[in-house]
């Protein structure tokens, strides 16, 4: 079967750097993703990584290791608007569906 | 441009009546994906549609569970015989092709079963 292992809380102070780790176990495995969810909104699509290495996309970058099955997400110079649930999926499949872990909230204090 | 609308944003109903999801995509896209989202929950795969392929159902949790989209556009997911455990967020996502990695999703409808 599919699954992903992320924490299921991280909590860290405005400004600071923040890493969410995801393993994943996926057959026909081509790329790790990541979204965000606020409290009641829609996920939505902040990084993905196909290849091993670091992708970075303004204050978030994410970094892919095939052959640990192993990512993270990187968030710099954190603000309190990036409270909200973090979520790794693996794609996989000729039909590219995506399978999420169950989720990290990320808690950003004053 | 819009993006990914579903109605009803919420639906309270009583266990064992049928209900039906609908999922408006992005114009133009043409992969469809419904999931479902348990309080607390990573999301969880339902169905695919890709263009006019047969859709890939694999994900269906029973054959109460069923889901159609028509003219390649508009998707409706359709839970006959609700139960208790049918109570979720259920989220609709677009994407441009099947090969596109970035998946849009819309606001979800939320499904109470009594």
């Known amino acids: 079967g599919q699954s992903l292992e992320q924490p299921s809380e991280v909590t860290a102070v405005e400004g600071a750097i923040v890493q969410i780790n995801c393993t994943y176990q996926?057959?026909?495995?081509?790329?790790l993703s990541w979204y965000q969810q606020h409290d009641g909104g829609a996920p939505t699509f902040l990084s993905y990584?196909?290849?091993?290495g670091l992708e970075e996309t303004g204050r978030f970058s994410s970094f892919l290791s095939r052959s640990d099955s192993y990512g993270y997400l990187l968030l710099q110079e954190l603000q309190m608007k990036d409270s909200a649930s973090y979520f790794c999926a693996a794609g996989s499949g000729s039909a590219r569906q995506l399978t999420f872990g169950s989720g990290t909230q990320l808690t950003v204090l004053p | 441009g819009a993006g990914v609308s579903q109605s009803p944003s919420n639906k309270v109903t009583e266990k064992g009546k049928d209900v039906e999801l609908r999922c408006d995509p992005i114009s133009g896209h043409t992969a469809l994906y419904w999931y479902r989202q348990s309080l607390g929950q990573g999301l969880e795969f339902l169905i695919y549609?890709?263009?006019?392929?047969?859709?890939?159902k694999s994900g269906l949790p029973s054959d109460r569970f069923s889901a159609e989209r028509t003219g390649g556009s508009v998707s409706t997911l359709t839970i006959q015989r609700t139960q208790q455990e049918d109570s979720a967020v259920y989220l609709c996502?677009?994407?441009?092709?099947?090969?596109?990695?970035?998946?849009?999703f819309g606001p979800g409808t939320r499904l109470l079963v009594l």
């Open positions: 549609f890709q263009g006019n392929s047969a859709p890939d």
């Open positions: 990584n196909a290849l091993d």
């Open positions: 996502a677009s994407s441009l092709r099947r090969t596109q990695e970035t998946q849009y």
């Open positions: 996926t057959s026909g495995f081509y790329g």
